[in-house]
Nanobody
Framework: VQLQASGGGSVQTGGSLRLSCAPS????????LGWFRQAPGKEREFVAA??????YYADFVKGRFAISRDNVKNIVSLQMNSLKVGDTAVYYC??????????????WGQGTLVTVSS
């Protein structure tokens, strides 16, 4: 299974970005899909996940980020609004049999960089 993440870039504080992740290699309809992030000098942390239409979010992104899943196109997206400097990180797409904040997950993408400047 490969997870191809895209959509990272540079924005100013308050801006928006949309990340997408396209799994390939097998159907992951029975898997949770999620996003984690790793800021410079920090450990990788859970951001959001979705499984069977149920969404999960880290407290620090609630109300600002929204995860969605297109089961037909087999794509999971993360809409990030009201971005803050503290959201600067490499964002990783991941897949796992269950949606959990704990790591590791079973499959990981290569990461996409999000930079938020003031």
């Amino acid at each position: 299974v490969q997870l191809q993440a895209s959509g990272g870039g540079s924005v100013q504080t308050g801006g928006s970005l949309r990340l997408s992740c396209a799994p390939s290699g097998r159907t992951l309809s029975d898997y949770a899909l999620g996003w984690f992030r790793q800021a410079p000098g920090k450990e990788r942390e859970f951001v959001a996940a979705i499984r069977d239409g149920v969404t999960y979010y880290a407290d620090f992104v609630k109300g600002r980020f929204a995860i969605s899943r297109d089961n037909v196109k087999n794509i999971v997206s993360l809409q990030m609004n009201s971005l803050k400097v503290g959201d600067t990180a490499v964002y990783y797409c991941a897949a796992n049999t269950i949606a959990t904040t704990r790591q590791p997950w079973e499959y990981w993408g290569q990461g996409t960089l999000v930079t938020v400047s003031s």
